[in-house]
């Protein structure tokens, strides 16, 4: 059985759970948000990513209730937040500190929500014991919080957020008091839980690597804005600016001027270095400058001339040895540096490049993605 894509941004019937519209965020002078609209559907697990003070904790505290926006307006499931206090929304966040009650136990740290809405007893037990289900702490019930694991304390975090059943949780920055082993194993069970439950998560990360790894979209933000709002994959694979290309994993970027050839473009970067081509469907004019992003697993390193069009002699200045991969970066004639990437199949001892040695970098004509600016 074909399992359906979860794709609802691509389906025009799709009812999105968040709007915002032409949302804007002053604090005096300063525009945290600048006028922004976009959609976040139901089930959704959406990351708001870019480094700090670009706006992504200002977007979910709006969500959240905390502040107000300045101009525009911000929908849940079609109803307009704003006059709605934070603790009757549908929305519940979960902290970085996790501020999980020191006296209480994990039992009553779930129950806390369930409890002060005066729910009835049995479905509160209920709940608690499907909340230490979901979370594999069934075992740790009747401890308090300084006798488990950090690991263990951000799951007692996320079951007691869960328990009210939110339509929508907020994450700040959750995973961020963890070491790196466990942060990586934690992110598997955050999506699990989330798919889980079905309940629309926003997680808001500067850790690029986390966002392409939990979400199911991810907003890369600068100043204020979204620049752009799409796929782990289609961030990576097919960035709209440079700023995007250049903020998510590694890339070399080439700028040049274009002349229009066949499907794509000439690009001559540098004096005295071959002309690049690039196939591309943007329109550019001819002897505009352009950008020219590459990512180093999609380039070559061979010792003796490759026959392809895209091949520059350079020499290695740099390697960065990761365990299973090697990075070389490779210095032109004309200064530029290009990375390129190996797997490291062999030993140590058998590898074929070191410091210093005169290489050919090339890569296709589909291999880099060419960019306005």
Aim: hydrophobic letters at 40%; a neutral charge.
């Amino acid at each position: 059985m074909s399992q359906t894509v979860f794709e609802p941004w691509n389906d025009p019937q799709a009812k999105p759970l968040i709007q915002f519209k032409n949302v804007t965020k002053r604090f005096g002078e300063f525009v945290a948000i600048d006028n922004q609209t976009f959609d976040i559907y139901e089930r959704e697990f959406f990351a708001l990513l870019g480094p700090s003070g670009c706006g992504k904790t200002t977007m979910m505290r709006m969500l959240a209730g905390f502040e107000k926006p300045t101009e525009g307006t911000i929908l849940l499931a079609g109803q307009d937040m704003a006059p709605i206090p934070p603790n009757k929304r549908a929305v519940n966040m979960m902290f970085q500190s996790y501020a999980l009650f020191p006296h209480l136990s994990v039992w009553d740290n779930i129950a806390f929500g369930l409890k002060r809405d005066r729910k009835p007893k049995d479905e509160i037990a209920e709940r608690v014991a499907q909340m230490l289900k979901l979370v594999r702490l069934e075992k740790f019930a009747q401890r308090k919080p300084h006798q488990i694991s950090g690991g263990q304390r951000q799951r007692v975090a996320l079951a007691r957020s869960l328990a009210k059943a939110p339509k929508l949780l907020l994450l700040d920055e959750p995973l961020g008091a963890l070491d790196a082993k466990l942060r990586q194993d934690t992110q598997f069970e955050l999506v699990d839980i989330q798919e889980k439950t079905g309940t629309t998560f926003v997680i808001v990360t500067h850790d690029q690597e986390e966002a392409m790894t939990v979400a199911s979209r991810v907003a890369v933000m600068d100043d204020g804005k979204i620049m752009q709002a799409d796929t782990p994959a289609n961030i990576y694979e097919r960035p709209n600016s440079v700023y995007v290309a250049d903020f998510i994993g590694d890339v070399t970027i080439i700028e040049g001027r274009a002349t229009k050839n066949g499907n794509g473009y000439d690009i001559d970067f540098a004096e005295g270095q071959p002309t690049l081509h690039a196939e591309s469907g943007k329109d550019f004019q001819n002897g505009q400058t352009c950008h020219l992003a590459i990512r180093p697993e999609k380039v070559a390193i061979t010792a003796d001339k490759p026959d392809t069009r895209n091949a520059l002699k350079g020499t290695i200045l740099d390697i960065a040895y990761l365990g299973n991969l090697s990075t070389y970066h490779v210095k032109l004639e004309n200064d530029q540096i290009i990375k390129a990437q190996t797997a490291n199949t062999r030993r140590l001892s058998r590898r074929s490049f070191t410091w210093e040695d005169s290489v050919w970098l090339s890569w296709t004509d589909t291999a880099g993605v060419l960019l306005e600016g």
